[in-house]
């Protein structure tokens, strides 16, 4: 079997949703109006989204799509009681019916799925990254201005409050001029055995999963571990990096790096996974900013976290608050610009209320029906995934790769 090239299947896949909107008009939705949302990709991800996207009133999950029937039946208790089971995504898109989609598939179909809901008229919630490598930027920033589409992409941080606040903190110079940014996103979990659970692969529809990357056996490992292997995923930068990236763009009000020097080892991972499991890059930004990014999961220090260091004093921001530490000459007392209660050592995967989640699909929602731009929009998806593919390109082809423009779009 001979697979398209991403470009081909791109273009495809805009053809096939642009017949069908043909047929499906724009429907205006009215301020009471329900939204009926289909979700394409029910795995843990997803499902997470769907217990809070549940919850939001005048929302109503009716389709449920994947390619195995496993996580359907996880997904289905969360999904209208009579919501439809489908495994072609096609079906979703021509679905008249359904006004908006929930992407949480694995980061191949990203691009390709938003661009045909973009086409089919469709909004769009995606997990992040975005894209899956840098060439698709381009036609995802065109569909979704062509198509006047909302797409909110799954960097959640943006919805945090404390993030928030800490970001208007910055941009309203109370730390002075921003020259580096720290980000880290540390673990300690034994994820290296190649054990598989006994689950019933038989329904898997393995070409559906494949979709637009080369033939391959079926491999229930790579199946359930899609992150760590180069056509599913791109390891620690595009799956965990892509979080942090986005807050410093969006708090410096920058777009995209022009340098980066990366290294990756397989320090347990050896012989089992494709991506390394302990990484770092070093990212040069207009304005002589330097970005440093550090993650691994063999040791858990320093969590999740990233620290803004200006002039007059640094910040600290982790997912439960942040806090500012000045630098000597400062004269403000760092007890006066404390907020979070939680101690700075807590692990990578410590989630602090109000549910920043719960707020990003809110978001989404409400934008449904203003028609307003969401908090995490398409265009800074695309930039903070080519960050992240900038940093795998340079680890992965010598060390060091600079930003070219043949590769991506002008954000």
């Avoid at 938003?114 to 997990?127: F, I, N, S």
């Avoid at 942090?244 to 050896?270: M, R, T, Y």
């Amino acid at each position: 079997m001979t697979s398209p090239t991403r470009r081909e299947f791109l273009q495809a896949a805009g053809v096939l949703a642009a017949s069908s909107a043909i047929f499906s008009p724009e429907r205006v939705l009215a301020a009471n109006e329900t939204i009926r949302v289909g979700c394409i990709g029910v795995g843990g991800r997803c499902r997470k989204l769907m217990e809070s996207l549940r919850t939001i009133p005048g929302v109503k999950i009716t389709t449920l799509c994947d390619i195995w029937d496993h996580p359907i039946g996880l997904a289905k208790p969360l999904a209208d009681d009579k919501a439809v089971v489908v495994k072609d995504w096609q079906r979703v898109l021509d679905d008249k019916n359904i006004d908006a989609v929930v992407i949480g598939t694995p980061d191949h179909w990203h691009a390709p799925l938003t661009l045909a809901a973009c086409a089919a008229g469709k909004d769009v919630y995606v997990e992040k990254p975005l894209t899956h490598d840098l060439s698709e930027g381009a036609a995802l920033l065109e569909a979704s201005q062509k198509h006047k589409r909302i797409v909110q992409v799954g960097t959640q941080q943006r919805s945090m409050p404390h993030i928030i606040a800490a970001r208007e903190l910055i941009q309203a110079g109370h730390i002075g001029k921003v020259m580096r940014v720290h980000m880290s996103w540390n673990r300690n979990q034994d994820r290296f055995k190649r054990n598989i659970p006994a689950l019933d692969f038989k329904s898997v529809e393995w070409q559906k999963f494949l979709g637009n990357v080369k033939d391959q056996p079926f491999d229930e490992y790579r199946l359930l571990n899609w992150r760590w292997f180069w056509d599913f995923g791109g390891g620690i930068f595009t799956d965990l990096m892509v979080h942090w990236i986005d807050v410093a763009h969006w708090v410096l009000n920058v777009d995209h790096p022009e340098h980066a020097v990366s290294i990756g080892q397989h320090i347990n991972s050896e012989g089992l996974w494709e991506t390394p499991d302990s990484v770092q890059t070093v990212m040069t930004y207009p304005g002589n900013i330097q970005m440093h990014f550090e993650g691994t999961f063999s040791n858990a220090r320093n969590g999740a976290r990233i620290e803004f260091q200006g002039t007059d004093a640094s910040i600290h921001i982790d997912r439960g608050g942040y806090q500012v530490i000045p630098e000597r000459k400062s004269k403000v007392p760092a007890s006066e610009l404390i907020l979070g209660t939680e101690p700075a050592w807590r692990n990578a995967d410590f989630y602090n209320k109000p549910d920043g989640e719960l707020v990003h699909l809110t978001n989404w929602v409400d934008c449904l029906r203003s028609r307003k731009q969401p908090s995490a929009p398409i265009e800074a998806g695309v930039s903070a995934a080519s960050a992240a593919h900038l940093a795998n390109l340079a680890m992965r082809y010598g060390g060091s790769s600079k930003w070219a423009d043949q590769f991506q779009p002008e954000l």
